[in-house]
C-alpha cells in the first residue's frame, strides 16, 4: 500500500463556541491508502484539548511508508492491531488511518461498510444539529434557519436555562444539552430538573473528567440521563464510566478510529449504556464513516460538514437530521480534488 497525507484549513460557517474554546477555522489531514488501483480516504482534524496538530498526524502517518509499502494487507481490523502500538499516542492519526483502511476495504469488496456489518440502515437514528454558544437572538435565528428535528445545544455560559427555555419557545424539536465540562455537581443536579421540564433528553459531560466523585453524585441524583463525552476516550473507559453516566459518546479520533469504536459499543451495549457516537466538525471524509455506525447507535451527532463552508469533499449527507445513504461501497466519502 501507498499512503499520502493532504492538510487543510477548514473554515466554519459561523464562528463555533463551547464552554472552553472558540473557533472560526479548524485544520485537518486526509489519510490517503492507495492498494490495487483503489483509494481509501481517512480524516483527522487538530485539537488543542488533545494537543493534536495536523503536522504531527501528517508526521505519524508518513513515518508508516516503508512499512505500508509491502504490508500484505487483508482487513483493516488485523492491520489496526498492527500499527497501534506505534501510534497510541497518536489516536487522531490512528483513527485517519483505519478510517482510510475501511474504505479501502469497502472498495475492494465493492460493499458499503454497514452491509459488510450486516447493519439495517432503516435503523439509523437521526442525527441532531449543533447549536454553539452565542448570544440568545442568533442561537435562535441559527436554529430557525435550519429547521432540524432534534438539536444539541453547547451550554456552560451564566445564562444556560435562559438558552433552553428561548430556543423551546422556538420549536417543538427534540433538544438534547452538551456542557463540555463546564457544570459544577450541584449546578449539574439543579440544571437536571429544569431541563426535563423543557423537555431535553439526556446532559452531555456536565462536570471536568476527572471529577469523578462528582459525577458519582450526579448520577445518583440526576433528572435527565447523563452522557460521557470528555470521559470516555479509549477502550477501557467504557467500563470506568459504569456507574458514573448512562451512556457513552464515542469520538473516532478519540479512541482511535472504526475499530475501537465498533468494539466500545459492543461494550456498552452489554453494560446496558446508552451508545453515541459523535463527530469533531470534521468533512464528509471523516462524518461518512459514522453512518455505517448508526444503525447500531441509540443516538448519532454527525453534522460536523454541515458547520464548515467550502467543503473539499462529498459523502453521506443529511436531510433534516435523516441519513441519506448513497450505496457507494466504503465510507462512500471522495476528495472534489485528490491531491498526493
Known amino acids: 500500500m501507498y499512503i499520502s497525507v493532504t492538510k487543510q484549513t477548514l473554515a466554519f460557517q459561523h464562528p463555533f463556541r463551547i464552554s472552553r474554546s472558540c473557533r472560526t477555522t479548524i485544520n485537518n489531514a486526509i489519510a490517503i491508502l492507495k492498494h490495487k488501483n483503489f483509494s481509501g480516504y481517512g480524516e483527522a482534524t487538530a485539537n488543542a484539548y488533545y494537543h493534536i496538530n495536523t503536522e504531527k498526524i501528517e508526521k505519524d502517518l508518513l513515518a508508516l511508508t516503508e512499512f505500508l509499502a509491502t504490508y500484505p494487507f487483508s482487513t483493516p481490523e488485523k492491520l489496526w492491531e498492527v500499527v497501534q502500538p506505534q501510534l497510541a499516542k497518536n489516536t487522531f492519526a490512528l483513527c485517519a488511518l483505519d478510517e482510510a483502511a475501511h474504505d479501502l476495504y469497502g472498495k475492494l469488496s465493492n460493499k458499503p461498510l454497514h452491509d459488510l456489518w450486516n447493519l439495517d440502515i432503516k435503523n439509523a437514528p437521526l442525527s441532531n444539529y449543533t447549536l454553539g454558544i452565542d448570544e440568545i437572538p442568533l442561537m435562535v435565528k441559527k436554529m430557525k434557519a435550519t429547521p432540524w428535528p432534534v438539536y444539541k445545544i453547547k451550554l456552560g455560559t451564566e445564562h444556560d436555562l435562559e438558552i433552553v427555555k428561548a430556543l423551546r419557545k422556538e420549536t ?6 452538551d456542557a463540555n465540562c463546564g457544570w459544577e455537581v450541584d449546578q449539574s443536579i439543579n440544571f ?34 447523563i452522557i460521557a463525552d470528555e470521559s470516555c476516550i479509549l477502550e477501557q473507559d467504557v467500563e ?14 478519540k479512541c482511535g478510529g472504526i475499530t475501537p469504536a465498533r468494539r466500545m459499543i ?57 441519513i441519506m445513504y448513497n450505496g457507494l461501497p466504503g465510507t462512500g466519502a471522495s476528495l472534489n480534488n485528490e491531491v498526493t
Open 172 to 177: 417543538d424539536a427534540f433538544l438534547r444539552v
Open 192 to 225: 437536571s430538573k429544569e431541563l426535563k421540564k423543557l423537555g431535553v433528553e439526556f446532559i452531555e459531560q456536565p462536570l471536568p473528567a476527572t471529577d469523578l466523585e462528582g459525577m458519582k453524585e450526579v448520577f445518583k441524583h440526576t433528572a435527565l440521563p
Open 240 to 253: 470506568k464510566c459504569e456507574g458514573y453516566f448512562h451512556g457513552v459518546n464515542i469520538k473516532l479520533m
Open 266 to 322: 459492543a461494550k456498552a451495549k452489554l453494560r446496558n449504556m446508552k451508545v453515541m457516537v459523535g463527530c469533531m466538525t470534521e468533512s464528509s471524509v471523516g462524518i461518512s464513516p459514522i453512518a455505517h455506525l448508526a444503525p447500531s447507535l441509540d443516538y448519532v451527532d454527525m453534522d460536523g460538514a454541515m458547520l464548515i463552508k467550502d467543503e473539499f469533499a462529498t459523502g453521506i449527507q443529511l436531510e433534516e437530521g435523516k
